[in-house]
């Protein structure tokens, strides 16, 4: 009784009281917030920045120089690209992706170099984003078109 469980063998304690799980891939200059959590078999390229509380999920790959604000969730085995003309061989031609607080991307969804999700934006499981979702919208398909807002998605999941 009172008894608390042990920290995990295999996890990896990060500055700002984040987490990732192992086996995983984590980039030269990393910048991430407070209490973010990075998935098994996860691919965080370098210079990536993700703003607080942040859920990477498990397969997750995240392209060099992408940018994630604070509160994002990416399924598992989502992508974030940052070259749209691959390979380009030299980083001054990359576009990587920008995603806005809040924002919601689902298992499977890629998102391709150049994109930009807006704040509290949705981008459906297995989804293809080839343009930018704006703020607050949910969009779905491959390629990826507007479903619903944010408030209509939220109350299917009983959140409103």
């Known amino acids: 009784m009172g008894e608390t469980n042990p920290e995990p063998e295999n996890r990896i304690s990060l500055p700002h009281d984040s987490v990732a799980w ?14 973010c959590s990075i998935g098994a078999l996860a691919h965080i390229g370098r210079n990536v920045t ?15 120089g992408c940018s994630l604000g604070s509160s994002v969730f990416i399924g598992p085995n989502a992508t974030l690209l940052n070259d749209k003309y691959p390979p380009s061989g030299d980083s001054k031609y990359w576009s990587p ?3 806005g607080d809040n924002a919601v991307i689902g298992g499977g969804a890629t998102v391709i170099a150049g994109c930009t999700v807006g704040k ?6 297995g989804s ?3 343009k930018e979702i704006p703020s607050g919208e949910v969009w779905a398909g ?12 939220d109350s299917k999941r009983g959140n409103s």
């Open 97 to 99: 992706v920008k995603i």
């Open 50 to 64: 993700m703003g607080d509380k942040c859920r990477i999920q498990g397969g997750v790959y995240i392209a060099d």
């Open 128 to 130: 293809v984003l080839t």
């Open 22 to 35: 192992p086996p995983c891939m984590i980039g030269e200059n990393l910048s991430h917030g407070h209490k």
């Open 120 to 125: 509290d934006a949705v981008l459906g499981a």
């Open 142 to 153: 491959n390629p990826a078109k507007f479903m619903m807002n944010r408030e209509q998605y």
